[in-house]
């Protein structure tokens, strides 16, 4: 497990804006998600799993859909990159 991953790439606000939940704009609530992720040894998360979210409205789903724009050091052991899974909290706010 990837305890404080570092990140080569996350999703940008825009990114974040297009995934936000329908309900939950109209609702004008705000949320946040945690995934249970895999890292390649490339960096790429994938097997994205919803560990928890607020309100059951969307976020978990939203928070997924997002997984292909982070990017992670990966873990090495001995020199060679491996997988390893990670944990990422993704925090939904509405604009100002």
Not at 10 to 36: D, F, H, V
Not at 68 to 84: D, H, K, L, M
Request: some cysteine; overall charge positive.
């Amino acid at each position: 497990m990837i305890r404080n991953p570092s990140w080569i790439s996350q999703p940008t606000g825009a990114q974040l804006m297009r995934a936000y939940p329908t309900a939950a704009i109209t609702r004008e609530m705000e949320g946040s998600a945690r995934l249970n992720c895999l890292v390649l040894p490339t960096g790429s998360v994938t097997d994205c799993n919803v560990v928890s979210e607020t309100g059951n409205i969307g976020f978990g789903r939203a928070a997924q859909s997002l997984s292909r724009y982070f990017r992670i050091n990966p873990r090495t052991v001995n020199g060679a990159a491996e997988g390893s899974r990670v944990d990422i909290g993704i925090r939904f706010t509405l604009p100002d």
